[in-house]
């Protein structure tokens, strides 16, 4: 069975009166999958949950922890900071209103409330809650493969570099190198490239199956791998990976390895807890994946060259 509030926008109501809560509940439980909380303290604790909230209305007056103290915790936070925040409160002086909007409020509304205004606040600010999300979602996409881009990538090789270190785990990065693409396009031309190109970015995520593993574009004809917490399996993914770009049957007639289009991949594993003396730097592992895609290269191309790090 189907949640039917599984595709609408999440508010969290925070006010610390029953009747207070019922009345927004009862204003907005047909538009809105609900949240609520009874103090500062709750609200805080289901904003940090995942998903979180894609908005929050917040009473001021509250007892042991007040809505400005809520907002001032909520703003400190990276995972919380972005979510926009209302305040709906008895406090009705200009100096409050500016208080609010100060901390980081988006909008300010007393009580007592014209209900059909209130509704059309939330709906305008949720609108550019989602074109915001959108937004951020395209700044890490690439337009031609709608993959990971570079960008996005840096990001989460960063992220799981760190978390690597720190717990000791094993990570794989895998450069990856379309065999003789200019020659594909000096004859195909760069239409026919451009389709070719999010083929084969098709089926290298098609052929990464854990939840964590990420292929992104890295700028041209090249690739990149990020497998996290891969325990001797990072050259199986990687020649797995290197036959679906093969099963395309592509036709290159321009490629001296392989009557239809193909890949070479470098793949370095980095295992942070067999490293007795100083660790490597995250940009050492990514000389080396390049490098293990020249060996490959140099090798014959369509083939992948492993290696490990630390080990």
């Known amino acids: 069975m189907t949640n039917p509030n599984k595709n609408k926008a999440r508010i969290l109501i925070v006010d610390d009166e029953k009747m207070n809560i019922k009345v927004l509940v009862d204003l907005l439980k047909d538009d809105y999958s609900l949240v609520l909380a009874r103090s500062g303290e709750q609200a805080l604790k289901f904003s940090f949950q995942n998903p979180p909230p894609d908005l929050i209305l917040l009473d001021v007056i509250m007892p042991e922890m007040a809505g400005y103290e809520v907002i001032k915790q909520l703003k400190e936070n990276d995972l919380t900071k972005e979510i926009p925040v209302i305040f709906v409160t008895a406090l009705s002086s200009i100096e409050d209103e500016e208080l609010g909007l100060k901390l980081g409020a988006v909008d300010y509304i007393t009580k007592p409330f014209s209900p059909p205004i209130v509704k059309m606040r939330i709906r305008n600010h949720l609108r550019f809650v989602h074109q915001h999300k959108l937004l951020d979602k395209l700044a890490y996409l690439d337009a031609l493969t709608e993959i990971p881009n570079r960008r996005r990538f840096d990001e989460v ?35 026919m490239g451009d389709r070719t190109l999010q083929a084969i970015a098709g089926a290298l995520e098609n052929a990464l199956k854990r939840p964590g593993d990420m292929v992104a574009r890295y700028g041209g004809e090249e690739f990149v791998l990020i497998l996290p917490e891969t325990n001797g399996d990072a050259e199986q993914v990687s020649e797995r990976a290197r036959c679906a770009v093969l099963a395309l049957n592509i036709p290159h007639i321009y490629s001296t390895v392989s009557k239809c289009v193909s890949v070479s991949i470098g793949i370095i594993t980095f295992y942070p807890t067999k490293i007795l003396s100083s660790a490597p730097s995250a940009a050492s592992v990514m000389e080396q994946a390049d490098r293990n895609l020249y060996i490959a290269k140099q090798n014959g191309r369509n083939r992948v060259v492993a290696t490990v790090m630390g080990d």
């Open 157 to 191: 090789f960063q992220k799981e570099f760190a978390r690597a270190t720190r717990n000791g785990t094993p990570l794989s990065i895998g450069m990856v190198d379309v065999d003789f693409f200019k020659q594909y396009n000096d004859h195909y031309g760069h239409a």
